[in-house]
């Protein structure tokens, strides 16, 4: 199913995750790698996917990046989303992410992670947690197991669909709405109020 809602099956699923776990190319990113005339790797990230990622993390749901490349581009792009669990060079990305979840002091359970991946490397991952996303642009056999797909390809908000229906799910997104949609308070300006004057009956001055 796609869109930032969830059908009945994957919904269950979703109430109960504490942890998203991201691939980063073909995701994060577009798929595509630029190397730059120096052999710098370059990547774009979409500003919605951010968001998204911050959202989560201020509702407490965990997210980690698994990654096959090393980038230094990623690891700043999760230091600014305030993203702590990162694995990068990392092909066998099942043990990664035991890795990642034995430095957490309460790790949770398998079956309340969610993982979005778009290629092969990702599919044990995403055969052993609870939830399993993917994107329109990943491989046939990812999204003929995935429970959930995107409907914007990866790169382009799709991470923000993800985002957006586990905080749909979890019965958290109307309170980031009201959050940002609240009434700005009245605030009462004195900076041009004209000082009063009142005459003083004995001497007839102002005071």
Same mark, same amino acid.
């Given at each position: 199913?796609?869109?930032? =809602?969830?059908?009945?099956?994957?919904?269950?699923?979703?109430?109960?995750? *504490?942890?998203?776990?991201? @691939?980063?190319?073909?995701? /994060?990113?577009?798929? *595509?790698?630029?190397?730059?005339?120096?052999?710098?790797? /370059?990547?774009?990230?979409?500003?919605?996917?951010?968001?998204?990622?911050?959202?989560?993390?201020?509702?407490?749901?965990?997210? &980690?990046?698994?990654?096959?490349?090393?980038?230094?581009?990623?690891?700043? *792009?999760?230091? @600014?989303?305030? $993203?702590?669990?990162?694995?990068?060079?990392?092909?066998?990305?099942?043990?990664? +992410?035991?890795? +990642?979840?034995?430095?957490?002091? %309460?790790?949770?359970?398998?079956?309340? $992670?969610?993982?979005?991946?778009?290629? /092969?490397?990702?599919?044990? $991952?995403?055969?052993?947690?609870?939830?399993?996303?993917?994107?329109?642009?990943?491989?046939?056999?990812? *999204?003929?197991? &995935?429970?959930?797909?995107?409907?914007?390809?990866?790169?382009?908000?799709?991470?923000?669909?993800?985002?957006? &229906?586990? +905080?749909?799910?979890?019965?958290?997104?109307?309170?980031?709405?009201?959050?940002?949609? &609240? =009434? $700005?308070?009245?605030?009462?300006?004195?900076?041009?109020?004209?000082?009063?004057?009142? =005459?003083?009956?004995?001497?007839?001055?102002? %005071?």
């Amino acid at each position: 199913m796609t869109s930032n =809602t969830f059908n009945n099956a994957a919904l269950l699923k979703a109430k109960n995750i *504490r942890l998203l776990v991201l @691939d980063v190319d073909g995701i /994060l990113s577009d798929g *595509r790698i630029t190397f730059s005339e120096s052999g710098e790797e /370059l990547k774009s990230f979409h500003t919605l996917d951010g968001q998204g990622i911050r959202l989560l993390l201020r509702a407490g749901i965990h997210v &980690a990046v698994i990654t096959g490349r090393k980038s230094t581009i990623v690891a700043k *792009r999760c230091a @600014d989303l305030g $993203i702590s669990l990162v694995a990068q060079g990392r092909e066998d990305k099942y043990t990664a +992410l035991q890795e +990642l979840l034995a430095t957490l002091p %309460t790790p949770p359970a398998m079956e309340h $992670i969610a993982h979005m991946g778009d290629d /092969l490397p990702d599919l044990l $991952i995403m055969t052993q947690v609870g939830l399993a996303l993917s994107v329109p642009n990943g491989h046939i056999e990812v *999204r003929n197991r &995935a429970h959930w797909q995107s409907s914007r390809q990866g790169g382009q908000g799709a991470v923000r669909e993800a985002c957006d &229906a586990l +905080l749909l799910a979890q019965e958290k997104y109307q309170d980031i709405i009201d959050f940002y949609t &609240a =009434t $700005i308070p009245a605030q009462t300006n004195t900076a041009h109020t004209p000082a009063r004057t009142t =005459t003083s009956p004995s001497t007839g001055r102002n %005071t």
